[in-house]
């Protein structure tokens, strides 16, 4: 297949390309060129150029399959399928289960409110120069870009709601601070509850279902996350420890705690949602942030590799690549200074 790739060098995408090279593919690529090294001495050809801006460079090619990692706004992919049209069979879309309205009740499926916003609504945010965007919008717009590219590719779309995406490459350090710190042993600050369930996929299991997708003609809208069993904050912790032999010990800690102290959800103690989340904006808690339901995707040949594998693979890249500070997570001092204060009490 003739497979055009707009993005496609830093995380995701860049397995895309991989997997689509190692099935026989022919691949073409469309980004600024900011990280085109990777696929220099490849076959992949190189189109340089700002989606934004750029996409006449796309005129009077067909392709027989179109993946878009990097569109975040409604008119790219508006713009993007317009230009497709009678140009390509499939187009996948990267979107998001932050499309849904919020992630209150277990298992969510696909058929789970999305909100959107209206044209006016819409208009007004585009023109407001003091929000960055997609910030706030991130979900209604992933949802409004879902809606372009079926208005104008019918039929022929695959829009991944993908969860936390992990694995090497991955750029956010989200898992990465949890195998890191694991590896580093001692007394390990770990959010109360144990048994809340968490829920990630290793960026290249999507990769490979994208291709096994666009080589069988599968459209619609997934869910996309895993693993295909309910996995514990516990056990992701004891699969860390186990494969970066450590000696780690668990300190569980109350979210009470956490909050009074500032430690914030989801960033500071990555993959943690406390069980009355949202708690300053109220109403009900997020209990399902978790157990979102992959089960159409997995029918349709999504599968995830062993846990332990993905951890290995990105304890070893986070040991290769040598960086010293993490995106994501508590830095040691601070992590020291809690269990320090938490004797105290
Ligand atoms: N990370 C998560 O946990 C998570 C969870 C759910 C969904 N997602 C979605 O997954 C996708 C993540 O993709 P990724 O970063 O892994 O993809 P990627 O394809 O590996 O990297 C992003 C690519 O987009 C290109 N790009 C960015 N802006 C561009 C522009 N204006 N014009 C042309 N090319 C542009 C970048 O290259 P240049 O800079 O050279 O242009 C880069 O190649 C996103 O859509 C995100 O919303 C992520």
């Known amino acids: 297949m003739n497979i055009l790739v707009i993005g496609g060098t830093k995380f995701l995408g860049r397995f895309v390309v991989q997997e689509a090279l190692s099935r026989g593919h022919q691949v073409t690529l469309l980004n600024r060129g900011n990280y085109n090294e990777i696929f220099a001495e490849t076959s ?11 996409l006449e460079i796309l ?4 392709w027989d399959a179109v993946v878009d ?18 140009k390509t069979k499939h187009y996948t879309f990267i979107s998001s289960i932050s499309v849904y309205q919020d992630w209150v009740p277990e298992g969510i499926d696909e058929s789970y409110d999305t909100p959107t916003l209206s044209a006016e609504k819409l208009q007004e945010v585009m023109n407001d120069s003091t929000v960055s965007l997609p910030g706030p919008y991130y979900g209604p717009f992933k949802r409004m870009c879902e809606v372009e590219a079926e208005r104008h590719l019918p039929g022929q779309v695959l829009s991944i709601r993908a969860g936390l995406l992990v694995g090497p490459y991955d750029y956010t350090d989200r898992l990465t601070y949890w195998v890191r710190r694991v590896h580093q042993g001692g007394s390990v600050l770990t959010p109360e509850n144990p048994h809340q369930k968490v829920q990630f996929i290793d960026a290249r299991d999507v990769a490979r279902w994208i291709l096994h997708a666009m080589e069988y003609q599968v459209t619609g809208i997934y869910n996309a996350t895993g693993p295909e069993y309910p996995l514990t904050f516990e056990q992701l912790l004891e699969t860390c420890q186990r494969v970066t032999k450590s000696d780690a010990a668990w300190v569980w800690t109350s979210e009470r705690f956490l909050l009074d102290q500032k430690v914030a959800p989801w960033t500071d103690l990555p993959l943690w949602l406390p069980e009355k989340y ?25 599968s995830c590799r062993p846990l332990e594998d993905t951890l290995r693979d990105l304890w070893q890249w ?5 960086e010293a ?10 992590e020291q200074e809690i269990l320090r204060i938490l004797k105290e009490v």
């Open 44 to 54: 992949v050809e190189m189109l340089i150029g700002d989606r934004n801006s750029d």
């Open 59 to 62: 005129q009077g090619r067909t």
């Open 69 to 86: 990692t990097c569109a975040f706004l409604p008119e790219q992919v508006t713009k993007l399928t317009k230009l497709l049209q009678g």
């Open 278 to 302: 949202p708690l300053e904006e109220g109403g009900e808690p997020w209990r399902g942030g978790g157990s979102v339901n992959c089960k159409k995707a997995f029918a349709a040949g999504l």
């Open 318 to 322: 986070d040991q290769d690549r040598n």
């Open 325 to 334: 500070s993490l995106k994501a997570g508590l830095s040691t001092e601070r």
